[in-house]
């Protein structure tokens, strides 16, 4: 990408500042969603998300899709922690029971964009901190680390690749 197309899409702005927009924006979402819920309605979306966690490698598994894949493998690994962090509490084991709802369509794309937002906060947290730690220095749009990791960030969505040297 040419430098000024670069920074026609950055507005002006650092990479840095766009990356901690993306995740201020991601908890201000996760919070807004889960400040509203009473404590039988968080943990019913809390089990609603897993589930579609477990549906998501069900996909995975049946079609081995590329996208299947890159969806389990990035919630699992970005989403998930920050699930647990906003959405789990102790307070569940007050509860009788855990609730088995059904969720219908609206509850699973509900659970998917939280999940979204979820994998979002994780990858900017996990950039920030590669950031922070001195492993990750920014170049373009591109982040690229010592340990022969890249991410890209592109059409506001985060990429990333591993290298290994031998």
Not at 11 to 18: C, D, H, K, T
Not at 71 to 94: M, N, Q, R, S
Request: net charge negative; glycine share 6%.
């Amino acid at each position: 990408m040419a430098k000024s197309s670069l920074d026609s899409v950055l507005g002006g702005r650092n990479l840095e500042n766009i990356i901690r927009l993306l995740h201020d924006d991601g908890i201000e979402y996760i919070e807004e969603t889960v400040g509203g819920m009473s404590l039988l309605e968080r943990q019913i979306f809390f089990v609603n998300c897993i589930k579609v966690i477990d549906k998501s490698y069900y996909d995975y598994v049946m079609t081995k899709s590329d996208e299947s894949a890159t969806f389990f493998f990035d919630i699992l690994k970005y989403a998930y922690p920050v699930l647990i962090k906003y959405l789990w509490t102790k307070d569940f084991e007050t509860l009788m029971a855990t609730p088995l709802a059904r969720a219908d369509s609206d509850d699973i794309y509900r659970c998917r964009v939280f999940l979204c937002s979820c994998r979002i906060v994780g990858q900017t947290e996990y950039i920030l901190d590669m950031e922070k730690c001195g492993y990750v220095s920014v170049c373009s749009n591109v982040y690229r680390t010592t340990a022969g990791l890249n991410i890209l960030i592109q059409d506001g969505r985060i990429f990333t690749k591993i290298y290994c040297f031998h």
